[in-house]
């Protein structure tokens, strides 16, 4: 079983930038896809990017490419979210998860078996 942490949030400007990181501890990263989906209240869980573990392909939710950035770094055993150019609407809690497949990353949340607590993430206009 892997745990996820999550660690970056903050407030910040809109135009601002963050990066967000996803530490894995208890077994490496090794053949886990990674998603960062966000969640605001009263809302289901939104995806919004993910990298896949065999070639690093790279997935983006409409609503952020251009402005987001999704690498990992496997030695490390840590996933980045890099958020460039945030708006209000980016304002959420950002969560990390892992889904313990080879190839490709799934878009969908509920394929995702393992979870992060969370980091909240405020964009002030």
């Known amino acids: 079983q892997v745990q996820l942490v999550e660690s970056g949030g903050g407030l910040v400007q809109a135009g601002g930038s963050l990066r967000l990181s996803c530490a894995a501890s208890g077994r490496t990263f090794s053949s886990y896809a990674v998603g960062w989906f966000r969640q605001v209240p009263g809302k289901e869980g939104e995806f919004v990017a993910a990298?896949?573990?065999?070639?690093?392909?790279?997935y983006y939710a409409d609503s952020v490419k251009g402005r987001f950035t999704i690498s990992r770094d496997n030695a490390k055993n840590t996933v980045y979210l890099q958020m460039n150019s945030l708006k209000p609407e980016d304002t959420a809690v950002y969560y990390c998860?892992?889904?313990?497949?080879?190839?490709?990353?799934?878009?969908?949340?509920?394929?995702?078996?393992?979870w992060g607590q969370g980091t909240r993430v405020t964009v002030s206009s």
């Open positions: 990298i896949s573990w065999s070639d690093g392909t790279t």
């Open positions: 998860a892992a889904d313990p497949r080879e190839y490709g990353a799934s878009t969908n949340l509920y394929e995702y078996d393992y």
